[in-house]
């Protein structure tokens, strides 16, 4: 059974910065970080493969950097310049179904999810 548990969620202003953890990462599979805004979808932010390729949804794209420590067995997201719009639980997720390792893939496992929120 694949448990993921995300932390590092919280409050900040805009233009400020927060780091996401998930543990456990798991070296051969591609892992992502998802975000569910209140009223909307979720939606796929990044991901990485087993050997270090990038991923990003493009609002996020020179904020966001997805990356994960095989030692630690962690998978980061760290954000920075952070906007209202950033607000959401963000989700960490574990194996792409269908093997191809993108933002908006369809993943098997995930966790419980943290909150982001950002004032204006």
């Known amino acids: 059974q694949v448990q993921l548990v995300e932390s590092g969620g919280g409050s900040v202003q805009a233009g400020g910065s927060l780091r996401l953890s998930c543990a456990p990462s798991?070296?051969?599979?591609?892992m992502a970080w998802f975000r569910q805004a209140p009223g909307k979808e979720r939606e796929g932010v990044a991901a990485i493969t087993y050997d270090g390729n990038t991923d990003y949804e493009d609002s996020v794209k020179g904020r966001f950097t997805i990356s994960k420590d095989n030692v630690k067995a962690t998978l980061y997201l760290q954000m920075n310049d952070l906007k209202p719009e950033d607000t959401a639980i963000y989700y960490c997720?574990?194996?792409?179904?269908?093997?191809?390792?993108?933002?908006?893939?369809?993943?098997?496992?995930w966790g419980q999810g943290t909150q982001v929120t950002v004032s204006s």
């Open positions: 997720a574990a194996y792409a179904r269908s093997g191809v390792c993108l933002a908006l893939a369809d993943f098997l496992y």
């Open positions: 798991y070296r051969g599979y591609c």
